[in-house]
T-cell receptor, first 116, second 111 residues
Framework: DSGVTQTPKHLITATGQRVTLRCSPRSGDLSVYWYQQSLDQGLQFLIHYYNGEERAKGNILERFSAQQFPDLHSELNLSSLELGDSALYFC???????????????FGPGTRLTVL | GESVGLHLPTLSVQEGDNSIINCAYSNSASDYFIWYKQESGKGPQFIIDIRSNMDKRQGQRVTVLLNKTVKHLSLQIAATQPGDSAVYFCAATSGNTPLVFGKGTRLSVIA
C-alpha cells in the first residue's frame, strides 16, 4: 500500500457527462500528479500541483481540469466525456515541489473510468 | 521531447532464472530514470531509480544499468519469483520535466 488513496475505484458514465476523481496524497506529501493510462498511449502525465498551486501541465485536454485543496487532496474534473476518455486515471504524490527528478512519486490504485 | 520505448512487450522466464528488461530513451538530456512495477489492478510501484552520473545501481534482487552512450537502460531481476510477474515500466526525465513512461514489458514467470 503506497499510502495514496483514490476514489472511486470504478466509474461508469455516458458520453457528454462530467465526473470528478478524487485523490488523497500520502501523509506529509505536498505534491500531487495526475496521469492517464490507456492501452494505446501508456502512462501520460496530465498535471502537477504543489501545495495548492499548479506546477506543470502535460497533455491535459481543455475539457479536463484539476485542483488541489488546502487539505492537500486533489480532484480531477473531466467534462463533456467522450468514448476515448475511457482509461485508468492515477494520481501520485511526492514530498517535494521540485518535480519528478527530485523525489520519488508514489502512485495510488487508480480510478477506472468507462465512458459508454 | 523525450520518448521512451521498451524492446519487448512481453517476456517469459523460468522461476529462479534472472530477468533482463530493456528500455531505450531518446533525449540525451534525460538525467533521471526510474523503473516501476505494475501488478494487475494496482498502481505503478517504485522499484529503483538511477541518475545520469551513475552507470549502475543495485537494490534488493534488482539492478539497473544505464548506458548513456547508446541511451539505454536495463532492469535486471535476480532469481525471478512468481511474485515478480507484472508489467514493468521505465520512465525518464530531464531536470524537472514530467516523467515520460515507456509502454511497458509484461513479465511472466513460469513455475
Amino acid at each position: 500500500d503506497s499510502g495514496v488513496t483514490q476514489t472511486p475505484k470504478h466509474l461508469i458514465t455516458a458520453t457528454g457527462q462530467r465526473v470528478t476523481l478524487r485523490c488523497s496524497p500520502r501523509s506529509g506529501d505536498l505534491s500531487v500528479y495526475w496521469y492517464q493510462q490507456s492501452l494505446d498511449q501508456g502512462l501520460q502525465f496530465l498535471i502537477h500541483y504543489y501545495n495548492g498551486e499548479e506546477r506543470a501541465k502535460g497533455n491535459i485536454l481543455e475539457r479536463f481540469s484539476a485542483q488541489q485543496f488546502p487539505d492537500l487532496h486533489s480532484e480531477l474534473n473531466l467534462s463533456s466525456l467522450e468514448l476515448g476518455d475511457s482509461a485508468l486515471y492515477f494520481c501520485a504524490s511526492s514530498e517535494l515541489a521540485g518535480g519528478p527528478g527530485t523525489d520519488t512519486q508514489y502512485f495510488g490504485p487508480g480510478t477506472r473510468l468507462t465512458v459508454l | 521531447g523525450e520518448s521512451v520505448g521498451l524492446h519487448l512487450p512481453t517476456l517469459s522466464v523460468q522461476e529462479g532464472d534472472n530477468s533482463i528488461i530493456n528500455c531505450a530513451y531518446s533525449n540525451s538530456a534525460s538525467d533521471y530514470f526510474i523503473w516501476y512495477k505494475q501488478e494487475s489492478g494496482k498502481g505503478p510501484q517504485f522499484i529503483i531509480d538511477i541518475r545520469s552520473n551513475m552507470d549502475k545501481r543495485q537494490g534488493q534482487r534488482v539492478t539497473v544499468l544505464l548506458n548513456k552512450t547508446v541511451k539505454h537502460l536495463s532492469l535486471q531481476i535476480a532469481a525471478t519469483q512468481p511474485g515478480d510477474s507484472a508489467v514493468y515500466f521505465c520512465a525518464a526525465t530531464s531536470g524537472n520535466t514530467p516523467l515520460v513512461f515507456g509502454k511497458g514489458t509484461r513479465l511472466s514467470v513460469i513455475a
